[in-house]
């Protein structure tokens, strides 16, 4: 008996976990920044509303982010990334944004000249 409920509320559980996923899209796009702290802050501004999660890989410069798009759109994500100051391939941070990110936060901006 034990088992027979073990098995139904397994299966109940399971179901439930797909439900709550429904609807949501995973995205991996490029936001450009150089440590920890650039880190912290891609992720937080990338945790809006509609978003179940967002990490950004510091070796890589990825970020993925598992949300639903019916709340918060790509373009939106990539404009919340430069919103903090960090460009992305899409959306380039604004100047003064950029030029208040703390020094080891400053990475090669994707269009700059040498």
Known sequence: ???I???????AAI???FKADAGNITEKFK???NC???KERIEKALMVKGVKYAYWDIETKMATVKFNPEVVTLDQLHRHAAGVG???DLVK???KVY????GCCKYERPDAKN
């Open 31 to 33: 936001v450009y920044g």
């Open 15 to 17: 179901s439930l976990s």
């Open 99 to 102: 030029e208040n990110l703390h």
């Open 36 to 38: 920890t702290m650039c």
């Open 1 to 3: 008996m034990k088992a």
């Open 5 to 11: 409920l073990f098995s139904i509320l397994s299966i």
């Open 93 to 95: 941070a604004d100047d």
């Open 86 to 88: 960090h460009d992305t």
